[in-house]
């Protein structure tokens, strides 16, 4: 296993020091909002809050953000409504499902282009036994794609006051490459959307396109075209699990050419409790990658498009990255 030392990075990218504006502290920080994101989360057969994911919802829970972006693979070895309400929902993250927006991890949330039924009955708080509550994406149908309730399958996006998290499925490029190529024409349509109204976005969604290889995972190619469109309209972050630990990029373009002002920062955070893969060889703008500390990242979001990260350290080895854009 690689071990990476410590990291504390207070800053990162440099942009030009916006205007001065006369606006009091109290106010201009109430409108920074908090967000916490993560996937890979629950082991099979773990079910208490003591658990490395119980610590990491526990954790979560604390900081109170104001929503919870769950990176995929939520329940291992498959989230069936019995495994995600049994054990998923009681190792505490029931009590945060009011707060996720979620996107699905093929294989162990949905197998198939028609397995859809357990997650979506799990995101909008309908699973047998289930008390956790509809999630925030399923709250989101309005803004999904094609319109009715929230699957796996189901591209979305979530107003978070100035910022917009836009939700797609990687697995649809692994089980149906003609409804991923309308989730890219939906991608398209929702990011320009998001310019003219003003929004700064959050794209988020399993496989990583940019990450290093690792012993199980290298980087999902066929999301490139959903790639091209966070360079279209320089989106600021996106977001993936897949790799079990944490990795955080440069800011890029679609090119792999480091793009501090416009190029959108990559991070990928599998580290919410199921293991980890080692790191077998570092990708071009690999800024720094972890695989011995299980932990969530903390996203504060400011109005202006400014953002500051924080890993939220909860288990296992001794690992943090933290700064700001």
């Known amino acids: 296993m690689i071990v990476v030392a410590p990291v504390s990075v207070l800053l990162d990218v440099r942009r030009p020091t916006p205007p001065t504006v006369a606006t009091p502290v109290a106010a201009a920080t109430s409108r920074i909002i908090k967000v916490a994101a993560v996937g890979d989360t629950n082991p099979e057969g773990q079910s208490w ?14 900081a109170n953000p104001r929503a919870v972006l769950h990176l995929g693979d939520w329940q291992y070895e498959y989230g069936s409504c019995r495994r995600l309400v049994g054990d998923f929902d009681r190792t505490g993250w029931g009590a945060l499902m009011p707060k996720v927006i979620g996107t699905a991890g093929p294989t162990h ?31 989101a149908w309005s803004h999904a794609r094609g ?33 991923a190529r309308r989730a890219t024409r939906w991608l398209d349509n929702a990011l320009a959307q998001g310019r003219a109204a003003g929004d700064h976005m959050i794209v988020m969604w399993h496989e990583p396109f940019w990450t290093s290889v690792t012993e199980d995972h290298g980087p999902a190619t066929a999301t490139w075209p959903w790639v091209k469109l966070l360079d279209k309209y320089n989106v600021s972050i996106t977001l993936n699990g897949h790799q079990h630990g944490y990795e955080r990029f440069y800011p890029q373009t679609a090119s792999g050419s480091r793009n501090y002002s416009s190029g959108t920062q990559a991070f990928t955070v599998g580290s919410g409790g199921n293991g980890f893969y080692r790191f077998e060889r570092h990708a071009r703008n690999s800024a720094v990658r972890q695989s011995n500390t299980y932990g969530w990242l903390r996203l504060r979001l ?14 296992g080895g001794h690992f943090s990255d933290r700064g700001r854009r």
């Open 147 to 179: 319109g009715g309730s929230v699957g796996p399958a189901t591209s979305h996006w979530v107003d978070l006051g100035a910022w917009r998290v836009i939700s797609v499925s990687s697995g649809l490029w692994r089980y149906d490459t003609a409804d």
């Open 49 to 62: 809050r003591s658990s490395t994911a119980g610590r990491v919802a526990s954790s979560i829970r604390r």
């Open 109 to 139: 949330d949905w197998r198939s282009r028609s397995d859809t039924r357990n997650y979506r009955r799990h995101l909008s708080g309908t699973c047998p036994g289930q008390t956790s509550g509809r999630s925030l994406s399923s709250a």
């Open 302 to 315: 400011w109005p202006d498009g400014r953002y500051s990260w924080k890993f939220m350290r909860t288990g």
